[in-house]
């Protein structure tokens, strides 16, 4: 393995014989003067002042010991230690200010053998001078050194660098060898796969390139929302080329001084160049390659900014060192790492479409025993769901048959999963009330009676009046019959009478309204809002685009870009949209209403109805 220090100066290592040297003086002073006595010292029992004179004066005491305010007295008891010889137990009682002790000791009988009780004062002992300065001084100021130069390292070692006089880089950066991801651990993704194989068929043989002259492009950078396999595929052209792989997230850069940063990159490229061919990683680049906007300035992620431009255009592409980075928010680098010859070649990667679901979860139910699976199905139910978020379903499925006793993972765990991921688990304690039961089985009755007299709604696949931990009370899920990229402006409408007829239910039905629509309400907004001001569907204000995404990748976070008076005229037209639907609601659910309530009554029974049987009964009333 490689490691690195950036500055490994000698001028530390006396330090290491100093260290130990006093280490152990201060260890001896410390045993000496707490351990040592207590251990090798006898037991000593208290006991009061006027015992020890009732003893005196009984002529059972043999010996005193007098020791600053503390009087030691010895009586024979008959105990014997491990060799047999008699052991005198050794007594402790505080000094009085008694003018006649000196003299009743004189007087008293003792158990000694012709004499009288044997009794002394200790002299208190003074320490030698040089031994008080190494105790008192020396000793505690070794002590605080020490503590405080590990808490330093320790920062050090934290922070990831140089500090101060402190030349030394303790931070090693290893190359993995042996990645075992290949291609075929991503699934979809083909136009990315298509783009990497070339840098892997370089590294593979990279005589044919360089016989021709062609230099490799330095730099690969992967953009897409997150959990689309980024960092899956990075690792999977390492495991393909089967060179060394070193692998940083952009925040391992950023320190906290000035400086830090760039060493770190200097450090990496050297370490690269030895390794040649081989690739560094590095994930999340927008920590460091963050636009420089002239207004806030961080001089450190400057600093090392600057460094990775130069050192990518220091080294040499035919040696065969290969930047991969990756990012979810392209749009905040900085145009200087885009430029050609430095990250000159970007691979997107995109959410999966229906086929690159179905490849992913193939991908993944691999690793987890399982029956025959309705892919098509749950590739449906999947609709925007990103690499990861398959993933995890494949997994939580895996983890429900486990609950339910099975030793294989059925559809029907599958989807089951997609609904906890989508709207959580289901809550069993709750207590709805048989009133609100009703009302919200009319609610989830209307949304899909709405979405079921419209032409073009994606079919009803469930209903549910089962409450989910998210907070819903229940919901309806629709699963189009196939993948939808284009979205006509009668779709979002008949989309927001959809959303519309759950509350629509309610004031038809009910004569009142609750506040079950929240959630209906929002997404109606939305969905209002962005056919005006980003999809140009409405009259009034044509094709201007009013609002922009700001993270495309990350949020649907957007910014008004137009003047006040023109907000206000965009809200009228969304209150004039959503109005629309809701009434187009109201009335499919007037004209409805025997339906509304056979169904409702079904679903109040079943609790969780298919959309077959939904679809059955709307059918066996019609015809
Ligand atoms: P990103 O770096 O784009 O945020 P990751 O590469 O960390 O996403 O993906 C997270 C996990 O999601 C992967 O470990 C993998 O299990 C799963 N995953 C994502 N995309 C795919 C894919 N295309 N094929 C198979 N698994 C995938
Ligand atoms: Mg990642
Ligand atoms: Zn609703």
């Known amino acids: 393995m490689d490691k690195k220090n950036i500055a490994d100066n000698s001028s530390q290592k006396p330090n290491v014989n100093w260290k130990s040297l006093l280490w152990t003086i201060a260890l001896l002073l410390i045993l000496n003067s707490l351990v040592f006595p207590y251990l090798f010292k006898p037991k000593i029992i208290p006991t009061t002042y006027s015992a020890f004179i009732s003893k005196v004066d009984s002529g ?84 605080f050194f020490f503590i405080w130069r590990n808490a330093m390292r320790s920062m050090r070692g934290k922070l ?38 070339e840098i892997v068929d370089f590294l593979h043989n990279p005589k044919k390139y360089t016989e021709i002259g062609a230099t490799l492009p330095k730099g690969v950078l992967l953009v897409g929302p997150p959990g689309t396999g980024k960092t899956l595929i990075a690792r999977a052209v390492a495991g393909e080329t089967k060179v060394p792989f070193f692998a940083l997230s952009g925040s391992e850069f950023v320190q906290m001084f000035v400086g830090m940063g760039a060493a770190k990159v200097r450090d990496l490229f050297s370490q690269a160049n030895k390794k040649a061919p081989c690739i560094i990683f590095i994930d999340e680049i927008d920590a460091i390659g963050k636009r420089r906007d002239g207004i806030t300035t961080n001089d450190e992620r400057e600093q090392t900014l600057n460094q990775l431009l130069t050192e990518m255009d220091g ?54 025993q399982h029956d025959e699976i309705d892919l098509d199905l749950i590739a449906r139910a999947t609709s925007g769901a990103s690499g990861a978020e398959l993933a995890n379903i494949v997994n939580e499925a895996a983890l429900r048959a486990v609950r339910n006793n099975r030793n294989s993972v059925i559809t ?48 009803v696949h469930k209903i549910t009046i089962i409450p989910r931990t998210s907070g819903a009370l229940g919901y309806t899920m629709q699963i189009d019959e196939s993948e939808r990229n284009l979205f006509s402006k009668e779709d979002l409408e008949n989309r927001i009478a959809t959303l519309t007829g759950g509350r629509a239910a309610e004031e038809v039905i009910f004569n009142k309204v609750t506040t079950g629509a929240s959630n209906d309400i929002e997404q109606a907004t939305k969905l209002a809002r962005a056919m005006v001001t980003r999809y140009g569907m409405s ?22 870009s137009c003047s006040p008076e023109t907000a206000a005229r965009i809200d009228d037209v969304v209150l004039s949209i959503v109005k629309k639907a809701h009434e187009k609601a109201k009335k499919i659910i007037r004209e409805n209403e025997n339906k509304m309530h056979e169904l409702s009554e079904y679903l109040i029974k079943k609790e969780t109805i298919t959309g077959e049987e939904f679809m059955n009964i709307l059918k066996n009333k019609t015809t």
């Not at 609610?443 to 079919?459: C, F, K, R």
Request: glycine fraction near 6%; include cysteine; proline fraction near 4%.
């Open 160 to 197: 990831g660098g140089n500090y101060m006089s402190f030349g030394q880089n303790k931070e090693k950066i290893y190359a993995e060898d042996e990645i075992k991801t290949t291609f075929a651990d991503v699934a979809g993704q083909e136009e990315a796969k298509e783009s990497l194989n």
């Open 539 to 560: 009259e009034e204000f044509d094709m201007v685009a009013l609002e922009t995404i700001n993270n495309p990748y990350l949020s649907s976070d957007t910014s008004l």
């Open 412 to 459: 029907n765990d599958l989807e089951e999963s997609i609904e906890t991921v989508i709207a959580g688990a289901k809550r069993k304690g709750k207590v709805i009330s048989d009133e609100e039961k009703r009302i919200i089985a009319y609610h989830e009755i209307g949304h899909a009676l709405v979405a079921a007299m419209q032409t073009h709604s994606a079919p």
């Open 60 to 143: 059972l005491v043999k010996q005193v010991n007098i020791d600053g305010n503390k009087v030691y007295f010895t009586t024979p008891n008959g105990e014997v230690d491990r060799k047999g010889n008699p052991i005198d137990a050794i007594f402790q009682t505080g000094r009085m200010s008694d003018a006649n002790l000196v003299d009743r000791l004189l007087e008293a009988e003792s158990p000694n053998e012709n004499c009288k009780i044997e009794f002394s004062e200790t002299i208190p002992r003074e320490n030698s001078p040089i031994l008080n300065f190494l105790l008192f001084w020396v000793l505690p100021g070794a002590i």
């Open 315 to 368: 080294f040499n592409g035919q040696k065969g060192v290969v930047i991969l980075a990756a990012t979810n928010r392209p749009e905040s680098l900085d145009k200087a790492l885009l430029r050609p010859g430095r990250f000159d070649r970007r691979v997107q990667m995109e959410l999966p479409d229906l086929e690159g679901r179905k490849a992913i979860l193939q991908v993944h139910l691999k690793k987890i």
